[in-house]
């Protein structure tokens, strides 16, 4: 009955002893296997008859750290496009998805444009979006026309991701029970009011995994708009590696790309688990 | 020079090369043999052909260059990579096999010497991203306006130059920088090349215009961007820029060339896997053909309509 004099049975010991044995054999082969694996794998590559040729072609240090600067300077670039894209996609998104749930018969055309827009924008290769607003807006001669290649460049992102979230959020939209949208009107709140703060809130906590995800996509994409002149990291690998003949600058690039995914994959991690928290904790 | 060289290939190449890295058991290697010795180069995949590899080209007196020498491609053919499309007017409609244009010309005229007859000519499609992958090659030789770099020689190996390049500005007739007659008048010029050409370089080393250079994955996409405005001018080799103002684009003009000055002169070469000892075989060819007055004959005949371009200081 005292705490003091409470010892685990000699039963208990065994468990402990045995869970321990059984926790440390399963880390020992886990460890091993890895090591055997990897180490296999090291070394079929490293004693491969062409990889010193592999080697200098893509992982030639001297190469790296020359062109890193380079590339450094190009990724400026890609992170200012998709800060700049990731606006103007939520905006145009939000809209759209909107536009697409609201119950007015007289949105009806809109509703028909937005149902197009969002079959054109995901049906259509970015690459080829990128062509179009790149080169054949500015063909135009309209006026407005943004001049400045990184905002046709925006332009070009928003077009083609704008449909993707627009359909994530319609999805989030959707998917909050009309019990809600009845509460919040029998509350007293407009339609407006009940969208506003009662369904959205919970919509984009819904949808955060996926919207995360899409940008996560959208930063990788931000390297095809080199096609219409802008020199962004990928770009600036592609001229060293076809100036040396050599495809170190690639592996740079690659390796940038991951560094900047990393932080959106640990951010959607965090954001799954802090809601299904909540979840558990509200239940 | 190298014409239709793709970002994509280049974003293949660093997954091909993860699935090198998984796949490649220990296999012999022709790269790995760059000796004088003879020996089967890339004949292991085509080991059905004729003469087996071993002893008939073994005298150390040079490389077997006969047309069934174990050191092609495949036996009995020549077989000749060029990127897709092929760019005029160093091909003509996209058809290496024609015998136009001055490339293809020059192909048929080395084959020729080698003793190919036009039948034993193969040619086939390698973008230019790949044609320096590290490995075996699937040609001979690849023939696509390729400058050679002392840095290029170290992944590739060249043949001896069969054409040297200017460089050329391409304007608008009606653009402010169409009267220039020094690379100083276009320091503050909006200037585009294709990538992975020495043009590009040359736009850093003897303009360095204000402005940082655009780049585009062709000729076609800087041609749309010349159209648009969106560049006061291109800069390519001289017979493209030619061909360009000439044919495709007649509003636009050949401003004048410029010799790469902080390097020699810039010559293209045939290019072939590193080490491969056929390169001899195309440098005698190619040397006979210079003697000979054919290379500048076919120079004359596909080349000749750009020597009254005016020279920029």
Redo the contacts between chains.
């Keep these: 009955m005292t705490e003091t004099s409470w010892t685990p049975s000699a039963r208990q010991r065994e468990r402990d002893t045995f869970r321990r044995r059984q926790s440390s054999r399963r880390t020992a082969v886990a460890l091993g296997s890895t090591v055997l694996v990897l180490g296999l794998?090291a070394y079929?590559?490293l004693?491969?008859?062409?990889w010193?040729?592999?080697r200098?072609?893509?992982f030639d240090w001297s190469e790296a750290k020359s062109v890193l600067p380079l590339v450094l300077r190009g990724f400026e670039v890609n992170v200012r496009l998709f800060l700049a894209a990731e606006v103007t996609i939520l905006i145009v998104a939000l809209l759209v998805a909107f536009v697409r749930v609201l119950p007015f018969a007289g949105l009806a055309p809109l509703k028909v444009l937005a149902v197009v827009y969002t079959d054109v924008s995901r049906g259509t290769p970015t690459l080829l979006v990128v062509y179009l607003v790149g080169?054949g807006l500015?063909?135009l001669r309209l006026q407005g026309v943004p001049s400045s290649?990184f905002w046709l460049a925006v332009t070009a992102l928003t077009f083609s991701y704008g449909g993707y979230v627009a359909e994530v959020l319609r999805a989030g939209i959707i998917s909050v029970h009309p019990s809600q949208w009845a509460s919040g009107r029998s509350l007293g709140l407009s339609y407006t009011q009940t969208m506003r703060s009662v369904v959205l809130p919970q919509a984009l906590r819904r949808v955060l995994p996926p919207l995360v995800n899409d940008f996560a996509s959208l930063q990788k994409d931000t390297?095809l708009v080199?096609?219409?002149?802008v020199?962004e990291a990928?770009?600036q690998?592609?001229?060293r590696?076809?100036?040396?003949?050599?495809?170190t600058p690639?592996?740079v690039a690659?390796v940038g790309f991951i560094l900047l995914t990393i932080p959106f994959a640990r951010l959607t991690d965090w954001l799954s688990l802090r809601m299904t928290r909540r979840d558990q904790g509200a239940a | 020079m190298t014409i239709g060289s793709r970002r994509r290939p280049g974003a293949l190449a660093v997954g091909a090369l993860t699935l090198t890295l998984v796949a490649c058991a220990p296999v012999s290697d022709s790269s790995t043999s760059n000796t004088s010795t003879s020996n089967t180069s890339t004949s292991d995949i085509s080991s059905t052909s004729g003469s087996p590899s071993g002893g008939t080209g073994a005298t150390s007196s040079g490389p077997d260059c006969s047309t069934t020498s174990p050191l092609l491609y495949a036996p009995g053919t020549l077989t000749v990579a060029t990127d897709s499309p092929a760019y005029s007017p160093y091909f003509v409609n996209d058809d290496p096999t024609n015998g136009k244009g001055f490339e293809s010309a020059v192909t048929y005229a080395v084959a020729k010497q080698l003793g190919f007859g036009r039948d034993a000519v193969h040619w086939t499609s390698v973008p230019f991203n790949s044609s320096y992958q590290p490995g075996a090659k699937k040609f001979d030789f690849d023939i696509n306006q390729i400058s050679i770099t002392a840095k290029r020689a170290q992944a590739v190996t060249f043949s001896t130059g069969y054409y040297s390049a200017a460089q050329a500005i391409i304007t608008l007739k009606d653009s402010p920088y169409a009267g220039a007659t020094s690379l100083a008048d276009f320091a503050d010029a909006r200037l585009g090349a294709q990538v992975g050409t020495t043009s590009l370089d040359a736009i850093d080393t003897e303009i360095s215009p204000s402005q940082q250079p655009m780049v585009y994955d062709d000729t076609n996409a800087a041609k749309q961007a010349l159209l648009n405005g969106q560049v006061d001018g291109i800069v390519a080799d001289l017979p493209t820029a030619f061909y360009i103002t000439a044919v495709e684009i007649p509003q636009a003009t050949v401003t004048g060339q410029f010799q790469v000055t902080s390097g020699q002169t810039e010559e293209f070469g045939l290019l072939l896997e590193k080490g491969n000892p056929y390169v001899a075989c195309l440098d005698s060819a190619l040397a006979t053909l210079k003697r000979s007055g054919t290379l500048a004959g076919i120079e004359k005949k596909w080349l000749s309509d750009v020597v009254d371009v005016p020279t920029l200081s």
């Design positions: 794998l079929v590559v004693s491969s008859p062409g010193p040729r592999v200098d072609a893509y080169f500015p063909a290649l390297a080199s096609v219409i002149g020199v990928l770009r690998a592609q001229i590696s076809a100036r040396d003949f050599n495809f690639y592996v690659a």
